[in-house]
């Protein structure tokens, strides 16, 4: 089983805590918190249940984006991760997909990993771009949509793991290292911090990366360095929940019923 | 003693029936609805107890108690398992829990003299469903109805929804038995009145299992009326509004059998149908004809002369039906357990205070905003709001009412959401000179302020404690700080 795992996190802004004002039609950005993005959360809970599972594995979490994320990743360290790397510098603003994967693929250069795992897909931009072009740039094997990692019966070296894909699932082997980007639908769920840990003093186990230490030509990074530009964003389509009314009869109140069972409620 | 040796001298004393060491029950018996989550989700920090035992008769409550009692056990008595603050929870290695389940005679129903004698582990309801055919009723009337049991109602000094005219149940004890731990069985007997001395009653009444064991308990029966019931509800513009006209009514000398606001959350939980985003007032009249209709008169003229802050009446008939759905059976209960394994949720939980009826708005406000503020989770609440629904002449009660999204581990629960948020209601309470608990009990996660709450009259409950249980057998933690238990609290 892989020993050094690097996990791959993003913070974003929780689009789905969007509320739409219907009336003005806008969106009501205000109030929106940052949360770590779902499908690295999932990344993130495989590389620690295997850490639990393998006491002398280690999980670094590598990010990029300003010192603002900082309490984020605390509360990340105090869920069990041992050690958090944030590229943080103000030249990297505004690098597109690409220059991102290089200033990533950069730091990884320089450190040992059996194992990369990150999500597949980010809320925000929702490329899918980065780890692919991160893996290519490390000349690692990679794959998406991962649902599921085998944690018993890998040989050493190789770990088996399923992927789905319109419907199908299909199992694969794949040689370490790698980097394997799972889905916001995997069943691995986030530990959460435990009472004790809340107030844990984790700023010593948090290294923070500049360009400085990485050498990139300032030309290539940030807008300057970017080859892709956004030619329009638009926010997520919204539309008003339909208002379902019932009668007191049989057909309502199974109506009813189906809309709590579906929901979990009953 | 160690457990094995416990369990072979309880094999002596009773049927082999009559104790429990199934481990399932044992895990049940560990905890109460205090930490319904935890328990749910099989993570419980405490120690389950050493055994269930299930007394046939006083007799039998008499020996365990002494056998506890020279031997240094725990005893924590149970009848019902409805506890919501603790008061089940064990938190000693070596426990007996004593469960009144087989004292389940009604011993005798008097209409002459307006009372009925039951065993402590009677359910309320058989009770009442006694009562009915015969046009009579107890008055009580908690939610817990189906499922509570007279042992658990006394001792924690229980209340009713119709308690703003028959009364909580130490209004309705009239006399009782009960067993201390050196095995002295005291019989209260049943008169109307009396002045001799001290009302001794009020010893047992509310002491949680921490001072005896009640064996038995009469208590008084009412004429019932039903078809003279009135029920009145309106929106008002604020749960201010609501206190104004509940404190109206109540100084006026009237004693509607229910009498509530809520506030705009909490409605909005209650009275999806009807709410319509306000606070709710509702009220409902019973008795004699006479008695209801004056009292339905006194309702109109106190909503009469708050009328500035009344927005709408609403239909009675959804008031009558609501009260009909008010209570929740075993049937909820063991949902909500599920509900708690399956989907990490639970029906939230609530902290009851009293105050008189200028500070109780105070209160309110005060909890409101500080938890808004303080209380470091407020983004998961879901839920935070309260309603009155007890009242006396001169004040009422708070019910806080708050539910969140759990984002912790089971086992921290209590400790980043429930107990934070009950801190902030008990400190307001206390602040303002009210009490940090109205009905459900101090059990043992508010025994931090049991001091507080009594002032230089702790006295008097800790001789008492040290009278009636010299040697600290009877629920340990309850009531009473102890140190030993800090750590299943903080």
Not at chain 1, 26 to 45: G, K, T
Not at chain 1, 150 to 179: C, H, K, M, Q, W
Not at chain 2, 417 to 436: C, D, N, R, T, W
Request: net charge negative.
């Amino acid at each position: 089983m892989p020993k050094q795992i690097i996990c791959l996190v993003k913070f974003v802004p929780n689009v789905d805590g969007y509320q739409y004002d219907y009336e003005r039609n806008v969106l009501i950005r205000e109030n929106v918190r940052m949360i770590i993005n779902p499908d690295d959360a999932c990344a993130l809970s495989l590389a620690l249940q295997l850490q639990k599972n393998e006491p002398d594995t280690q999980v670094e979490i590598v990010s990029m984006g300003p010192l603002s994320v900082l309490p984020l990743v605390r509360d990340l360290l105090r869920r069990g991760v041992k050690r958090a790397t944030l590229l943080s510098d103000k030249r990297f603003v505004g690098s597109d997909t690409y220059v991102t994967s290089r200033i990533i693929a950069r730091y990884l250069s320089t450190i040992s990993y059996d194992l990369i795992v990150s999500g597949s897909h980010s809320m925000d931009g929702d490329t899918a771009h980065v780890p692919a072009q991160i893996a290519e740039l490390l000349q690692l094997e990679q794959m998406s949509n991962v649902k599921r990692v085998e944690t018993e019966n890998n040989a050493e070296g190789y770990l088996f793991f399923e992927v789905e894909s319109e419907g199908d699932r299909s199992r694969y082997r794949i040689e370490l290292p790698a980097l394997l980007s799972l889905s916001r639908d995997s069943p691995y769920k986030l530990p959460f911090v435990r009472y004790t840990d809340l107030k844990l003093e984790v700023d010593d186990r948090i290294t923070i990366i500049t360009n400085d230490q990485l050498g990139i030509p300032n030309e290539e990074l940030g807008l300057k360095g970017s080859l892709t530009k956004v030619v329009e964003t638009y926010p997520k389509t919204l539309e008003e929940k339909q208002r379902i009314v019932v009668t007191n009869d049989d057909q309502g109140i199974e109506t009813v019923y189906q809309f709590l069972k579906e929901r979990g409620f009953v | 003693m160690k457990a094995q040796q416990i369990l072979e001298q309880l094999k002596g004393m009773l049927a082999a029936n009559q104790i429990n060491i199934d481990p399932d029950a044992l895990y049940d018996a560990a905890a109460d609805r205090y930490k319904k989550y935890a328990k749910a989700k099989k993570v419980l920090d405490v120690p389950p107890p050493t055994a269930i035992v299930y007394p046939n008769s006083v007799e039998e409550v008499k020996s365990l108690l002494q056998f506890c009692n020279q031997n240094g056990i725990n005893v924590i008595p149970r009848s019902g398992k409805t506890a919501t603050e603790g008061g089940l929870e064990n938190w000693k290695t070596e426990t007996l829990v004593i469960d009144g389940k087989n004292l389940n005679k009604i011993i005798n129903i008097d209409t002459y003299n307006m009372q009925a004698t039951v065993q402590a582990g009677v359910p309320l309801q058989a009770l009442e469903d006694q009562l009915r055919p015969l046009g009579y009723t107890t008055g009580h009337s908690p939610q817990s109805k189906p499922v509570a049991q007279f042992g658990g109602l006394v001792a924690t000094r229980s209340i009713g929804q119709f308690s703003t005219l028959y009364g909580g149940i130490e209004d309705m004890v009239v006399g009782l038995e009960c067993v201390f731990p050196d095995g002295h069985i005291a019989r209260i007997k049943n008169v109307p009145r009396r002045a001799g001395g001290p009302d001794i009653r009020h010893i047992v009444i509310g002491n949680e299992g921490t001072l005896c064991y009640i064996t038995e308990v009469t208590v008084k029966i009412f004429k019932v009326f039903p078809e003279n019931n009135r029920f009145y509800g309106y929106l008002v513009r604020d749960i201010d509004t609501g206190i104004k006209v509940l404190r109206e009514v109540m100084v006026n000398g009237y004693r509607p059998s229910v009498a509530r606001t809520y506030s705009e959350e909490d409605a909005r939980q209650h009275f999806y149908h009807f709410h319509k985003g306000k606070c709710v007032l509702l009220f409902m009249a019973e008795g004699q004809k006479d008695i209801a209709e004056a009292t339905g008169r006194a309702i109109e003229a106190a909503v009469e002369k708050h009328k500035e802050g009344i927005l709408e009446q609403v239909d009675s008939q959804l008031i009558s039906d609501w009260f009909d759905h008010l209570n929740w059976s075993q049937q909820d209960i063991d949902d909500e357990f599920q509900g708690m394994i399956d989907n990490d949720k639970h029906d939230g939980y609530t902290t009851e205070i009293s105050a008189d009826w200028e500070n109780i708005p105070k209160i309110y406000h005060s909890v409101i905003n500080r938890i808004r503020a303080e209380f470091p989770r407020a983004e998961d609440l879901t839920m935070l709001g309260g309603h009155s629904s007890h009242s006396y002449i001169n004040g009422t009660n708070m019910y806080f009412v708050y539910n969140y999204n759990i984002n912790c581990a089971p086992e921290d629960e209590m400790r980043i959401y429930h107990h934070p948020l009950q801190k902030i209601i008990v400190e307001e309470a206390l602040k303002f000179g009210g009490s940090m608990c109205h009905h459900h009990g101090i059990g043992k996660f508010r025994n931090e302020w049991t001091t507080q709450e009594h002032g230089s009259a702790h006295y008097m409950l800790e001789k008492l404690k040290q009278a009636f249980d010299p040697n600290d057998i009877m629920n340990f933690g309850t009531i009473f700080f102890k140190e030993e238990g800090a750590k299943f609290q903080k």
